[in-house]
């Protein structure tokens, strides 16, 4: 049996002062974007150096895992893994 990897990706490590924008081009070159977001504390609004981007196809997004997981981003050593479905309990 074969086991989707999925298309959605989660990122760590992001610098605080990253922005949606830097997010959407620092993924986008690696394919069509279905989504990007920059999880945001809720009080304070700043980014909480996480997040999650979406793509078009599962090749897309495992070529831009290999491309930018351990790769150093604003002075920070980003990982970049695929994203565990919620638990639907």
């Known amino acids: 049996m074969s086991q989707r990897i999925g298309t959605k ?10 922005t949606q924008q830097q997010l959407e081009s620092l993924f986008s070159p690696f394919g069509v974007l ?4 920059l999880i945001t504390d809720q009080n304070t609004q700043r980014p909480k150096g996480f997040g999650f981007v979406s793509y078009k196809s599962e090749i897309e997004a495992e070529k831009a895992r290999k491309a930018l997981n351990g790769r150093i981003v604003d ?15």
């Open 34 to 37: 279905t989504e990007a977001t």
């Open 9 to 18: 990706l989660f990122v760590s490590r992001l610098s605080f002062y990253t």
């Open 75 to 89: 002075g920070r050593l980003i990982f970049v893994e695929h994203a565990k479905p919620k638990d639907s309990s």
